[in-house]
């Protein structure tokens, strides 16, 4: 019971920190980031590299991660989001069409077979007769720090009440003199960098391959679509409803049908309640 | 109708230039052929739910992937005979139709693509758990009945298969529910207004696109012999297919034919030159190009390029 708690405490973490980057430009930029999951497979392929194949110090693998997601956020912002002007179908076609194209680039540089990262710290706890690698209770409580400093960001700084008030409504926050195109940048950058980050991590919990950023887009989109739009803490609710879930249907019930009802809540919850849980009023 | 001698003509002409082929091209284009008619089929399916009523599916190997069980374990577990073990599948799509018809009835947007994706990776996941004695599990089956032996005879089989769905969904686009369906994708609160029921239609479209997929995908697993559940409830099939519909045009008929032939040719013509993962990368920046160059598809520009032509001419 209490290997239960400890693991599901530790994965919804993760997945906090997974789901936060989609909702982030989801509830700003009211678009479908599909390849969103291309950032967690290009930060855990670039701390593979810098980390592992070149031997830097393993903080600097996660930091050369990050920038690399930052500026596929921002580049990929200025050059299919921006040129689509809005139009949510079109950008969600095309962002799931540059997916699969990353995803190709990945099995051209690296290969098609599985990688298996070095845990970030080596070592493991023994609790309750769980065992608990360092590198995941890194992970945990790595994600909680970068959801806190996310939360304060948006709440108390400047640029992240100018990020609220786009949500909101962006003609509202033009009037009053907040430069949309600007926050976007800003949403789309954070977003990448959380998601590389994300992705070092996810990759360090299960392994490294090219197919690997499916799950964790489904992931960010369930937690995203119970948690409702624009709620930075209905994000991290859900997230742990679903990653207890999880890891609850594989103790008690079987492991092959730990996604099975991420899948239904998501379909439940749409049907019955298209707002979400916890968002506001909105298509 | 707005029907006219010509396109009749047009139709005629284009199926006895697909039967003639066989004479014409080696039996490797053949096989490549026989691969673009069946994803032409499953983007016209895709494309009578998504393209004309604009509740984009992202789901839509869920209902390929319903016929295509149906018949493999009909035949493989029951010695059901094709002839029947087929329209059982396509009945089975079409109720799997109204389960994607459900969410459509509340929801729309990127949230009924949302839900579409669900039950796509739903169904992935509970096929390899729930009786993998009768749907084999993860490794999926194998040697399940061909329909045809040799690549003349799936030619022809797929070409008639393709050219009698794809002329089927034009005639109903002719006729004015197809014009209600395309107005549903422009304003639904329209049609709502002049008085339609949105629900029936959005029914007829949705049994409609199930019986193409599902009558798609049964053919198909009865031309390969098998099926592997990744294979099937992958996300790249999604990709492929919605970028065949997209490429060639969403909304027309005669577009997402023309789409599926081109990404398959397309890959298949890159094969020689680029052997490794290079293809897809090659294959995915061109439709990624495409469609944000035009995202009316190819049948746009070849309409225009003719515009342009005989404006030169007048």
Known sequence: MLQVLIQGLLLSGLYALIAVGFTLVFS?????????????LIGGYAYF???????LPKFAGVL??????CVIGLVKYRLIVKPLKGDQVAIEIATLILAVVLQSAVILVFGDSSKILLPIIPGVERVAGAAIPYSNLFAAVASWVILLALWWFVKTTHTGRAMQAVSMDAKGAAISGVDADRINMITWAIS???????????ASYTQLYPGMWVAPLIIAVAVVIVGGIGSIIGTLIVAHIVGFLEVMTSAFIAPELRGVFTMILIIGILVLRPKGLFGREEI | MGLRWYHFALWAAFAAGMFLLPEIVPRGTLRTIIFANFLAIFAISWDTLSGRTGYVSFGHPF??????????????RFDVPVEISIPL???MTMVGGLIVLLPALRIKGSYFALVTLAMMELMYQLVQVIRPDLTGGTRGMSGLPTLTRGAVNGFYMSTALMLSIAFTTWLLMKTRLGTALSAIGMNEEAVAGS?????RLKLVAFTASAFTAGLGGAVYVHYLGSIAPRALFDINFVFTIIVAALIGGAGTTIGPILGAFFLTFLLEYLRPWLPGAERYLIYGGVALVLYMYQPKGLIYLMGQAVRRVRKGAA
């Open chain 1, 49 to 55: 590299y810098f980390a592992q194949s070149l031997g």
């Open chain 1, 192 to 202: 990448g960098t959380l998601g590389a980050v994300a992705g070092v991590f996810f």
């Open chain 1, 28 to 40: 700003v930029g009211r678009v479908l980031n599909l390849a969103y999951g291309a950032y967690l």
């Open chain 1, 64 to 69: 050369l991660a990050g920038i690399l997601g």
């Open chain 2, 89 to 91: 599948a396509v009945l």
């Open chain 2, 63 to 76: 209902l390929i992937g319903i016929g295509a069980y149906t018949t493999a374990i009909l035949t493989k």
């Open chain 2, 195 to 199: 008085g339609l029921s949105v629900t």
